[in-house]
Nanobody
Framework: QVQLVESGGGLVQAGGSLRLSCAAS????????MGWYRQAPGKQRELVAN???????NYADSVKGRFTISRDNAKNTVSLQMNTLKPEDTAVYYC??????????????WGQGTQVTVSS
């Protein structure tokens, strides 16, 4: 129904920057929340940031002031600009879309994930 493809992951040294992008295709709902989650080895998946169709954003406390999420509704893309990267940011990052129905989550879609490794 909906396909999400991430790009932009890679290896970067501490203090550097990286930009992740996610392209959505298929039967996309007009009202949705797109976001980025990450999962480090041996740890629980956590929300990094998300953004509604109207532009409202939400960030995890650990990335506030360093990461910026944005979206282009015309292109059906969402991006995550990651600055001042730290080793603890190392994880597999997943793009997520929550389709909304009557203002509440209805369907959940996930990308394949992209590895981000931050070294010192």
């Amino acid at each position: 129904q909906v396909q999400l493809v991430e790009s932009g992951g890679g290896l970067v040294q501490a203090g550097g920057s990286l930009r992740l992008s996610c392209a959505a295709s298929g039967s996309i709902s007009s009202f949705n929340i797109m976001g980025w989650y990450r999962q480090a080895p041996g740890k629980q998946r956590e929300l990094v940031a998300n953004i509604r169709s109207g532009g409202t954003t939400n960030y995890a406390d650990s990335v506030k002031g360093r990461f910026t999420i944005s979206r282009d509704n015309a292109k059906n893309t969402v991006s995550l600009q990651m600055n001042t990267l730290k080793p603890e940011d190392t994880a597999v990052y997943y793009c997520n879309m929550k389709a909304l129905r009557l203002g509440v989550p209805w369907r959940d879609y996930w990308g394949q994930g992209t590895q981000v490794t931050v070294s010192s």
